[in-house]
């Protein structure tokens, strides 16, 4: 079945400078990644999503690549601000039952002041 | 997005009792939605997908008899906690599957904290 790995699980930086969190997956009949930021006791929250038929995806600060061959995606976030502090969980399509989303083990984003 | 609701927030209950958490997709129809459960500083763990006038699918592991989930409509479904014990205690949380035209998106409802005592 699918399973997703997702790097670093603590990500320290200096507030206005980049992050990248990557992950990979296995299953290569997975076909849309979706990025989601969860703050302490909130609901995860979409940030931005990208399908197999492109390589990469922008919405303002937020990118997102996708390397199909590799099969890995990774989320960018540049000039980090203090409110990008979260836990963002990577995730991919299951496509052998209904859609199910397996999920990354998530990575603490830090931002310092 | 779509917004989804989910009710209570959060539940204290004595051992034994049942809970009842109701996850709604206010302004779209899903005729899927999932369930999960989260623990402290943890990814999140699926427990069941509810299909619209159809039997829930369960993860392995997760006990069906316990977690009694129903999705009687296309905008609610709902997730029992029967004869529930302390170690049941977690945060559950819901989302919906928006799809339709260029949409297909999982959106989230808010959780509910169940603390059994």
């Known amino acids: 079945g699918e399973n997703v790995e997702q790097h670093p699980s603590t990500l320290s930086v200096q507030e206005g400078d980049s992050a990248v969190i990557k992950c990979t997956y296995s299953?290569?009949?997975?076909?849309?990644f979706p990025w989601y930021k969860q703050e302490l006791g909130k609901r995860p929250q979409l940030i931005i999503d990208?399908?197999?038929n492109v390589g990469e995806k922008k919405d303002q600060r937020i990118a997102v690549t996708l390397n199909k061959t590799a099969k890995h995606f990774s989320l960018h976030i540049t000039e980090t601000q203090p409110e990008d502090s979260a836990v963002y969980f990577c995730?991919?399509?299951?496509?052998?039952?209904?859609?199910?989303?397996?999920w990354g083990a998530g990575t603490k984003l830090i931002i310092k002041p | 997005g779509a917004v989804v609701s989910q009710h209570p927030s959060w539940v204290i209950c004595k051992s034994g009792t049942s809970v009842k958490i109701e996850c709604r997709s206010l302004?779209?129809?899903?005729?899927?939605m999932f369930w999960y459960r989260q623990f402290p500083k943890q990814s999140l763990m699926l427990m069941a997908t509810?299909?619209?006038?159809?039997?829930?699918?369960?993860e392995q592991g997760v006990e069906k008899d316990k977690f009694l989930i129903n999705h009687a409509s296309l905008t609610l479904s709902t997730l029992t906690v029967t004869s529930a014990h302390p170690e049941d205690s977690s945060f559950y949380i819901c989302?919906?599957?928006?799809?339709?035209?260029?949409?297909?998106?999982?959106?989230f409802g808010p959780g509910t904290r169940l603390t059994v005592l």
């Open positions: 989302s919906a599957r928006d799809w339709g035209g260029n949409t297909d998106t999982q959106y």
């Open positions: 302004d779209f129809q899903a005729t899927t």
């Open positions: 509810s299909n619209e006038g159809s039997k829930a699918t369960y």
């Open positions: 299953d290569s009949a997975s076909n849309y």
């Open positions: 990208i399908r197999s």
């Open positions: 995730a991919a399509e299951r496509m052998d039952s209904n859609y199910q989303l397996i």
